[in-house]
């Protein structure tokens, strides 16, 4: 008697389009982590500048939720503010602001950001430049007084200048010592001053797998290695790399900013590539600008050549050569 074979069941047998394979992670996962990550920062802000600093957060966020919501409904669109991601803004750029700005100063630049940064050329994964620094480049040409200048010191009534501006010499005071630099102890935006509550959140979100090590690693790493060689005032390889390190915005924005998806190059050469031009640019503007940080600039000067990068650093398609790529 023949043996019958078993025909497999047609309702098996599922045509669909690419992607054929799907990752577990979603963009609300995603966000939601790197709101996760924040919180130690943002619990060393409260600590350090006080309640007034949990306003500004909570402003900033509800600014930015706020107007993703009312700029989605009136365009048609699908509500999508639980996704996290305009949550994540807001409280990147409170973080991006000294803790006596004004509350108002906080609601604007939110929504400046998702308005015109981000909902002006499509949503999520549309923006060519990062939000969050987007507005704080806008507050900052708009409302310098309130930018720069003088910062709350923790735990006091006082103001003085921030690390770096000391350092360059573009005001006066004292710096402090290296370990007020790592624990939060010094002057500056709300969010920057902790390098231990940025550097837990970061390890944090690389552990999750969350975050390539390749974009902070290399951003980090080509600023130590420039202000050690050029930093110095006593010549070449006097600098003080670690200061660098430590003061200002550099480990906010490399661990939390220069790794956002959307602005970001897609393949590992490529986020190489594009730490080292924000970390180049950042000493070019700290050691010889007007400016004495330049960590916001960098990144939004590398977002956008992230196509290009892109472009080179794509792998090879096995037997067409890079010309025809």
């Not at 503010?81 to 803004?89: E, H, L, Q």
């Not at 006097?238 to 998806?261: E, K, N, Q, R, S």
């Amino acid at each position: 008697m023949e043996e019958k074979t078993a025909m497999p069941s047609l309702e098996k047998l599922v045509v669909a389009s690419s992607p054929h394979i799907r990752a577990e992670e979603t963009v609300d996962k995603l966000m939601w982590q790197v709101l996760v990550a924040l919180l130690p920062a943002a619990v060393v802000s409260v600590y350090f500048f006080g309640f007034r600093s949990l306003v500004l957060m909570a402003v900033g966020v509800a600014s930015a939720v706020l107007t993703e919501a009312l700029v989605q409904k009136a365009l048609g669109k699908e509500v999508t503010v639980a996704d996290g991601s305009a949550a994540v803004t807001g409280l990147l750029l409170a973080f991006n602001v000294p803790a006596d700005a004004p509350w108002w100063l906080v609601a604007i630049g939110a929504a400046f950001a998702i308005a015109v940064v981000k909902q002006t050329f499509g949503g999520l994964g549309a923006n060519f430049v990062n939000p969050a620094l987007a507005a704080r480049a806008f507050m900052l040409a708009a409302w310098p007084q309130h930018m720069t200048g003088k910062f709350p010191v923790p735990l006091d009534s006082v103001t003085a200048a921030t690390p770096l501006a000391i350092l360059k010499g573009t005001a006066a005071g004292t710096l402090p010592s290296h370990l007020d630099l790592f624990i939060g102890n010094v002057g500056g935006v709300l969010g920057e001053t902790s390098a231990l509550a940025l550097l837990v959140g970061g390890a944090y979100l690389i552990w999750q797998k969350v975050m390539d090590w390749r974009t902070p690693v290399s951003f980090i790493g080509t600023v130590a290695l420039l202000t050690w060689v050029f930093g110095g005032k006593g010549g070449l390889l006097t600098g003080d790399p670690l200061y660098h390190v430590l003061a200002g915005g550099l480990i906010l924005g490399a661990f939390f900013m220069a790794t956002d998806y959307v602005t970001s190059p897609i393949t590992p050469k490529g986020r190489l590539i594009f730490g080292i031009g924000c970390g180049f640019i950042t000493v070019l503007i700290r050691l010889w600008g007007g400016y004495p940080e330049g960590v916001s600039y960098s990144i939004l000067l590398m977002n956008l050549v992230v196509p290009f990068i892109d472009r080179w650093a794509v792998p090879r398609v096995y037997g067409v050569s890079r010309a025809r790529a």
